[in-house]
């Protein structure tokens, strides 16, 4: 079974503050996501990635940046957090794109105060 | 704009029912439809991808059509169990290929009752 890990599980910070989000895929797959979940809405892609070293842009980026370190690693980065960024985020790999099936990691639930 | 829209919102079935649950979009290329289950506070779960232009799959008590000519989807589900109580959600994917975009929509909560 495919298997994404996320950490941590819940974060609480002040607004200002800087906070890395963890994502790690043994799935050997090339794509991973990150993605925002708010109430009332569909999951938004805030930055992905081809694969060590690469990372694309999504649809809703400001505020974030984003760093692929190993093809096993997705890291998600808030530098200056601000409570709009409170949210529950999720991490996704897949072998590629198109109709591939997407994998998910159990989500890191941010507090931004 | 909201380019995916599921109903109903919510929907409460008791145990042992079936229950249909509705999909329409707007996104253009449609090159597939995937439905996934969403438990309360966990990650999603794949429970099945359409492709062709009419297609129809079924995964033990989950079955799905698609319609792409009416940009129309639905996701069956017979027999509920209390377990089937989530939030499933419809994804539609613009292109075959890892430069799409998927496509979310905001989920139809289920419960189910005894």
């Known amino acids: 079974e495919a298997a994404v890990t996320q950490s941590p599980r819940n974060k609480v910070t002040v607004t200002g503050g800087n906070v890395t989000l963890s994502c790690r895929q043994t799935?050997?797959?090339?794509?991973m996501y990150w993605y925002r979940q708010d109430t009332g809405h569909g999951l938004r892609l805030i930055h992905y990635?081809?694969?060590?070293?690469?990372?694309q842009i999504g649809d809703v980026p400001d505020g974030y940046k984003a760093t692929r370190t190993t093809q096993e690693d997705f890291f998600l980065l808030l530098e200056l957090a601000s409570p709009s960024q409170t949210s529950l985020y999720f991490c996704?790999?897949?072998?590629?794109?198109?109709?591939?099936?997407?994998?998910f990691g159990s989500g890191t639930r941010l507090t931004v105060l | 704009k909201t380019q995916v829209e599921q109903s109903p919102q919510s929907l409460v079935v008791r145990q042992g029912e079936n229950c249909v649950l509705q999909?329409?979009?707007?996104?253009?290329?449609?090159?597939?439809l995937r439905w996934f289950k969403q438990d309360t506070g966990k990650g999603l779960v794949s429970l099945t991808v359409?492709?062709?232009?009419?297609d129809k799959t079924s995964n033990g008590r989950y079955s799905a059509t698609l319609d792409k000519d009416a940009k129309h989807s639905t996701l069956h589900i017979t027999a509920t169990l209390l377990d089937d109580t989530a939030t499933y959600i419809c994804?539609?994917?613009?292109?075959?290929?890892?430069?799409?975009?998927?496509?979310f929509g905001a989920g139809t909560q289920l419960i189910v009752i005894p």
């Open positions: 996704a790999s897949s072998g590629g794109g198109g109709a591939e099936t997407l994998y």
């Open positions: 999909c329409n979009y707007s996104v253009t290329p449609d090159n597939h």
């Open positions: 994804v539609v994917g613009d292109r075959g290929s890892a430069l799409g975009r998927l496509h």
């Open positions: 359409l492709v062709d232009q009419k």
């Open positions: 990635s081809y694969g060590a070293g690469n990372l």
């Open positions: 799935n050997s797959h090339n794509y």
